[in-house]
């Protein structure tokens, strides 16, 4: 039997603190971004960011919305362990493809965190793909609520908020964990 924590939550949320979390107590996580960049590097194709957004659209579209969980399944299966965590469910057909595959041993669990909070946690982190004003993270909010996240959010059995420091967020990840 695998148990699984699956995180869903806005852009810049705290998806990856919570993965590292996990990470750090051997537990480990599969990122389902992971799964689309190994399907542009099998088709021969760059890594880019053009590249995987595109490959990610033509899956969702020619293998269903669930397209990208339905690959994580036989990966989670394979590894054969107690316990994995999936980084970036995205939709509600995603949720349900990993309930129908592991029942009660998948629970998803929502990440909250205020825009403004999140905001100036993406100021802090300066990744390379990063938006440079409040409106940008507004316009990846809304394109990532498009996509469903907000009722994939809805679908959570388990709400965590983090809106205060770090030490205080992973303790809680470890309090589920445990
Ligand atoms: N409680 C916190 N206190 C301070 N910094 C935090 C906290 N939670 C997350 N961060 C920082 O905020 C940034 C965004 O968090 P993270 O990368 O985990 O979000 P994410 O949900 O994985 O984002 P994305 O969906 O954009 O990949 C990171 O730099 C992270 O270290």
Request: glycine share 8%; net charge negative.
């Given at each position: 039997?695998?148990?699984?924590?699956?995180?869903?939550?806005?852009?810049?949320?705290?998806?990856?603190?919570?993965?590292?979390?996990?990470?750090r107590k051997?537990?480990?996580?599969i990122?389902?971004?992971?799964?689309?960049?190994?399907?542009?590097?099998?088709?021969?194709?760059?890594?880019?960011?053009?590249?995987?957004?595109?490959?990610?659209?033509?899956l969702?579209?020619?293998?269903?919305?669930?397209?990208v969980?339905?690959?994580?399944?036989?990966?989670?299966?394979?590894?054969?362990?107690?316990?994995?965590?999936?980084?970036?469910?995205?939709?509600?057909?995603?949720?349900?493809?990993?309930?129908?595959?592991?029942?009660?041993?998948?629970?998803?669990?929502?990440?909250d965190?205020?825009l403004?909070?999140?905001?100036a946690?993406?100021?802090?982190?300066?990744?390379?793909?990063?938006?440079?004003?409040?409106?940008?993270?507004?316009?990846?909010?809304?394109?990532?609520?498009?996509?469903?996240?907000?009722?994939?959010?809805d679908?959570?059995?388990i709400?965590?908020?983090?809106?205060?420091?770090?030490?205080?967020?992973?303790?809680?990840?470890?309090?589920?964990?445990?």
């Amino acid at each position: 039997m695998t148990r699984i924590l699956a995180f869903v939550g806005m852009p810049a949320s705290g998806k990856s603190e919570a993965s590292a979390v996990l990470r750090r107590k051997g537990i480990a996580v599969i990122n389902m971004g992971d799964v689309i960049r190994e399907e542009v590097v099998r088709r021969g194709l760059e890594p880019t960011d053009a590249n995987t957004g595109g490959v990610g659209t033509e899956l969702r579209e020619t293998e269903g919305r669930d397209a990208v969980a339905r690959r994580c399944v036989p990966k989670i299966k394979e590894a054969d362990s107690d316990f994995i965590g999936i980084d970036g469910v995205r939709s509600v057909p995603e949720v349900e493809c990993f309930k129908e595959a592991f029942g009660d041993d998948f629970t998803l669990v929502s990440i909250d965190s205020p825009l403004e909070v999140r905001f100036a946690r993406v100021m802090a982190r300066k990744r390379s793909d990063d938006m440079q004003d409040i409106d940008a993270l507004k316009v990846r909010d809304e394109r990532e609520l498009g996509w469903g996240m907000g009722e994939a959010m809805d679908k959570a059995d388990i709400v965590i908020t983090n809106n205060s420091s770090l030490e205080e967020f992973s303790k809680k990840i470890r309090a589920l964990v445990e």
